[in-house]
């Protein structure tokens, strides 16, 4: 089924959007480091706003438990969508009851409000059905139509991204429709070779993912934290290193269940250790023969993979016609331990074919390392939510909009 689209909603002058942006940028001190998922979402808001509409954002940051915190305002996001858009961003924290309700009717066509933290109200993250309704049908007060367009959030089943979607004529915007098109080509129809490369630090994140890609991939890169469990399942000593012991029986299911199936499974045969998580730590390499020989040393962590499985990885990415790629090869924000994670994303630059990043901190170190994001085919604002779309799942954000 097609997701519907801005178009399906008609001539939108004169009318107020309701959008649902994904506005989770990092955050330090009161300094947006990050400002990717307010840039993703500058084409639909500027598509609506020359079509004269008047727009109503809401959006999240962190995870506030239901209540303001100031730890967690998006008044610095308002300045930075302002500056991004050239124009006033009018910026809401007083509630959401008569108030908010008078003040989105009084925009004019064109003009732009962004809502206070949409996660400082308990509704909007209810478990309970009739909570989440009832919150939604508060929301669908502040606009005449419904524009989803913050990709990151489509996996959640929240009042303010599926319940609202029921509540007022409903579409998806721009984003999220290029980021369901270049997934959806990833889930059914990659151009082979098609390799993913996982890391980060979770493995039973992402066991999922693993369990669905393996008969679609032709080769799977395990780098970061999360390569430890796959060492430790094959009877390396991992030292110090993050272990997900109760893990080791599925992963030991995933090695096997790539061998049947031909899939080419790269993990780190080098690594590099060092004694305490610090940028200033001194550190090592530990070859394939040390792993093996369970030679990593009592008190050591594994904090990158090391420069022949970089190499390994790399070549693999470039001999590839489609290529995904989520969760960093080591620590990367500690610059001892970044160059796995630099020297896999340098070669995703250089696919000859189709190059997706997964959101969060593989998007996030890609910019920090200095590269746009036309450097590569597509950089997804969801690290979650490209996740579960590659794992087949249905997403009630995105089923709500007729996908
Ligand atoms: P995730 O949220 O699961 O994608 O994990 C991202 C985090 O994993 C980053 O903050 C990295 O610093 C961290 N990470 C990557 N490799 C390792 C490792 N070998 N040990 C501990 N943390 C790691």
Redesign the pocket.
């Known amino acids: 089924m097609a997701i519907r689209n801005i178009a399906s909603l008609g001539d939108l002058s004169g009318k107020r959007v309701l959008m649902r942006e994904d506005f989770n940028v990092p955050v330090s001190g009161t300094e947006i480091t990050d400002d990717g998922r307010i840039r993703a979402a500058l084409p639909t808001i500027n598509n609506l706003v020359a079509g004269g509409a008047a727009l109503v954002i809401l959006a999240h940051r962190g995870r506030p438990d239901g209540a303001p915190d100031d730890k967690y305002t998006l008044r610095s996001v308002a300045e930075r969508l302002s500056e991004l858009l050239g124009k006033e961003v009018i910026f809401f924290a007083e509630g959401l009851d008569e108030e908010a309700v008078a003040a989105t009717k009084a925009l004019e066509p064109g003009q732009v409000m962004l809502m206070e933290n949409i996660r400082f109200y308990s509704g909007e993250t209810s478990k309970d059905d009739a909570e989440r309704e009832e919150f939604a049908a508060k929301l669908a007060k502040l606009g005449d139509v419904f524009v989803s367009d913050g990709f990151g959030v489509v996996h959640r089943k929240q009042a303010s991204v599926y319940d609202i979607a029921k509540q007022l004529p409903s579409a998806a915007g721009l984003l999220v429709e290029k980021e369901v098109g270049i997934l959806e080509a990833l889930l059914e129809s990659p151009e082979q070779p098609y390799t993913v490369v996982l890391?980060?630090?979770?493995v039973s994140?992402k066991l999922a993912v693993i369990d669905s890609l393996l008969p679609r991939v032709d080769a799977l890169a395990i780098g970061?934290?999360m390569a430890f469990t796959f060492l430790a399942a094959l009877g390396n000593n991992v030292a110090k290193?993050?272990l997900e012991a109760d893990q080791i029986p599925t992963v030991l299911g995933y090695i096997e269940k790539a061998e049947k199936l031909g899939v080419k499974l790269i993990l780190p045969t080098d690594v590099i250790v060092a004694s305490t998580f610090s940028e200033t730590a001194e550190h090592r390499t530990v070859t394939a023969e040390g792993i093996a020989n369970s030679d990593l040393g009592a008190d050591v962590?594994?904090?990158?993979i090391g420069p022949e499985t970089a190499t390994v990885i790399a070549e693999q990415v470039l001999s590839s016609k489609t290529v995904f790629w989520n969760?960093?090869m080591?620590?990367?924000?500690l610059s001892p331990f970044a160059s796995g994670t630099k020297t896999v994303a340098a070669a995703l630059t250089k696919v000859n074919g189709l190059s997706v990043v997964g959101g969060?901190?593989s998007a996030a170190a890609v910019r920090e390392f200095g590269y746009k994001d036309s450097d590569f085919g597509h950089i997804s604002t969801g690290g979650g939510a490209s996740l579960e779309f590659l794992e087949g799942k249905t997403l009630p954000g995105l089923e709500v909009l007729g996908w």
Do not use: A, I, N, W
Request: aromatic letters at 4%.
């Open positions: 890391g980060g630090s979770k994140d970061g934290g290193s993050l962590l594994g904090l990158d969760g960093p080591g620590v990367f924000e969060g901190d």
